[in-house]
DNA sequence: GAAAAAAACGATTGCGCAAACGTTTCGATG
DNA sequence: CATCGAAACGTTTGCGCAATCGTTTTTTTC
């Protein structure tokens, strides 16, 4: 491997010239502005950013926390922080902690080792230890999709919004008896769902049955088998509520091994739009987040925090939009 | 930030010690190693992997190289990737080349200069030029799912399988007039399935018309609009191939536009699966590629290579599997 | 009990680079 | 034609660490 003094040496210049050729740090004559890039094409070096990021204390990284990085509500959001980051010149660490907060907490002592920039956390359900250990050691980082700490910088959906707007539209379509399907106990969004579901119903002046909220749905798994059990009520639910696409897909399969007609015999709608929806039956109706919005204002919002640690911080709302398809039809 | 000589001085001994202590490099007595351990938490240290990488030129990072990462296919593959590198001590910077050859060359430069130990890639179209340069720069690379070139190690599927496969099921369900929807120009998995695709019918007595082929898909749109023109022929095809999982998307789409109903009027499958394909109508016969194995096996054959980068080249190709379902029936 | 070997640890160097600091040259100024 | 200042470049240091080399002390051996 070439190095900086190789250059010199080839070149016939001093270090520091060819520093400063090649980071255009201070004026150098154009005859050895040439030679120096002559001689770094001839030798074939690569500039050492892992040496630079030392002298520099600064390494042009960030690292990405996330837990079931191929859900695709996940990787959307990667997908948009990588393409923001990218185009300011840093790049990202992808680290799965699959929602364990022991794993969280060590890959991010693990991105503070390795001297990230910045960090952006989608907590786990019980994030305290990872979250604590972020404040300590003054890493700029944002939070993502589960908003659940504002000593952070955080951005993700306006759920009391989503879910409100779903009720509206389910209330719209005189439906009463409605199942919901949450997510992963712990988690903010699961919180936020939970509670905002209620507030609507009441609102709606309908009483809330707790046997019609399914918690604790870890897995599509965990959600067919709650949709089966609110199937499976005496007075079973006219319309079913997914609050993710997890929830979705494992409701959807519930109700197609009951072989129940949707919407005639059984409503859904959901949280977390799929790019088939519009062509595959049941057409489901559906609240989207803006995934790509949300990872483009979080790798933002790090970049701003990166460069000045005392900025106050921002929790940042996005709204969702309801898009209404065939699924959820009027109640019996 | 501390440093390890802070430690050393607050334990009262050399940085050497420290080093050795936290590496477990060389013996050192009880006493001074509770001494360190104990300077380390009350000063709060944190190792410096930067400057570790640096001494000792070895990051312990690999770079992921691939398009369209929001792809499910994809960051399957990348979850998988991450999963095995994370057990193996590793961690992945990830990138999108967005299938531009252009920038597929700067981020595998920016890679090297960040001293990767090496590079997991799904080469773009036109790969030429960051393959070459990978070769001369004598850098660690597997390649995935696009296998364009053996100089490398490589990991996919076995294409020629899955088409033979998929072909071999139309053929017993008669369909002779087949419209294949392919993936992106140059890809090396579009020319392989092109191929295949030519080879399989032929052997199965049937010929080919050109223009029941259809090219150069980048995108949904393109495909449904591919789609569109096969089903306005003349004599339209009885069964459509998808040949990946955004081909089919589009075709579904414009399927759903001339309200044609599957299988009744047009066969449909293809290549990927679907998380949700059991439970959507048309439930979708499909080739499921095994995302899993290929991202572990890259990982695998990497770390391999970055240990020994003169052994010899391997190229694995995974057996995809069919999963019939209903969207393909018989020929009218 | 002297020599040798082993045990335990410390001082120092160099990884590749950015940039602070220093030096040389040359034209402008009084 | 001395003095100054600016232009152009070179010398050197230190970022934090691993590990080589070296030192001191203790133990073993005959």
Redesign the pocket.
């Known amino acids: 491997?070439?190095?900086?003094?190789?250059?010199?040496k080839a070149?016939?210049?001093?270090?520091?010239?060819?520093?400063?050729v090649?980071?255009k740090?201070?004026?150098?004559?154009?005859?050895?502005?040439k030679l120096v890039i002559e001689s770094v094409e001839a030798i074939g070096?690569?500039?050492?950013?892992?040496?630079?990021s030392?002298?520099?204390?600064s390494t042009g990284t960030v690292g990405l926390a996330i837990s079931a990085i191929s859900n695709p509500y996940f990787s959307d959001i990667i997908c948009a922080i990588e393409a923001e980051c990218s185009k300011r010149g840093l790049i990202a660490f992808l680290c799965d902690t699959q929602d364990d907060p022991v794993r969280e907490l060590e890959l991010i002592q693990h991105l503070h080792q390795r001297r990230v920039d910045g960090i952006i956390l989608a907590p786990s359900g019980d994030p305290k230890k990872a979250l604590d250990y972020l404040i300590r050691s003054d890493l700029p980082c944002v939070l993502v999709d589960r908003l659940s700490d504002n000593r952070f910088d955080q951005v993700g959906t306006d759920n009391v919004a989503a879910i409100r707007t779903l009720v509206d539209h389910l209330v719209t379509l005189h439906h009463r008896r409605v199942g919901i399907i949450l997510g992963q106990p712990g988690f903010a969004t699961t919180v936020e769902r939970a509670k905002a579901f209620r507030a609507a119903m009441t609102e709606k002046g309908i009483e809330v049955e707790d046997n019609l909220i399914s918690d604790g749905n870890r897995s599509t798994a965990d959600a067919t088998a709650s949709t089966h059990r609110l199937l499976g009520l005496k007075e079973p639910p006219t319309a079913i509520l997914a609050s993710n696409n997890l929830a979705m897909i494992g409701a959807m399969r519930a109700i197609r091994e009951r072989k129940l007609r949707v919407p005639a015999d059984i409503s859904v709608l959901g949280i977390d739009d799929f790019e088939w929806a519009d062509y595959f039956e049941p057409r489901l109706t559906l609240m989207a987040q803006p995934c790509d919005e949300i990872g483009r204002r979080a790798a933002d919002l790090l970049i701003e925090r990166i460069g000045n640690k005392r900025r106050p911080r921002e929790t940042i709302r996005l709204s969702p939009v309801l898009r209404v398809r065939e699924s959820c039809g009027e109640a019996a």
Chains 1, 2 share one sequence.
């Open positions: 491997m070439t190095t900086i003094s190789e250059v010199a070149a016939g210049v001093s270090v520091s010239t060819v520093s400063h090649l980071n740090t201070r004026y150098v004559s154009p005859e050895k502005v070096y690569i500039p050492n950013t892992v040496a630079r030392l002298k520099l204390s």
